[in-house]
């Protein structure tokens, strides 16, 4: 029996991919935002591609907002690209 492979959404591209493939963003219930290279981290989830393209792109259509439920101060989105650089170049 094959094993079935959990797919989770991009909220830049809107692509469909691994968990694997994918970084995922979390919301803390004390309304902080970071990236959760684990996976696991307890909180509200997004999932956006490993590039930062994508995480332009969930800043410009809205889509990790939306995800998250809650508006991100600028500062907070330039904190996410820079992380997200360090990530990339891992």
């Keep these: 029996m094959n094993k079935k492979i959990p797919l989770r959404l991009c909220v ?3 692509e469909m991919k691994t968990k694997k493939e994918m970084m995922r963003v979390i919301k803390t219930p004390e309304n902080e935002v970071f990236l959760d290279a684990t ?3 307890n909180g509200r989830g997004a999932y956006i591609c490993k590039n930062v393209e994508c995480l332009k792109k ?3 259509n809205r ?3 939306r995800s998250l439920k809650m508006g991100i101060p600028k ?3 330039e904190n996410l ?3 997200m650089k360090i990530f990339v170049e891992k």
């Design 12 to 14: 830049g591209c809107g």
């Design 39 to 41: 996976g696991k981290k």
């Design 58 to 60: 969930a800043f410009a």
């Design 63 to 65: 889509g990790l907002e």
């Design 75 to 77: 500062e907070m989105m």
């Design 81 to 83: 690209s820079k992380e």
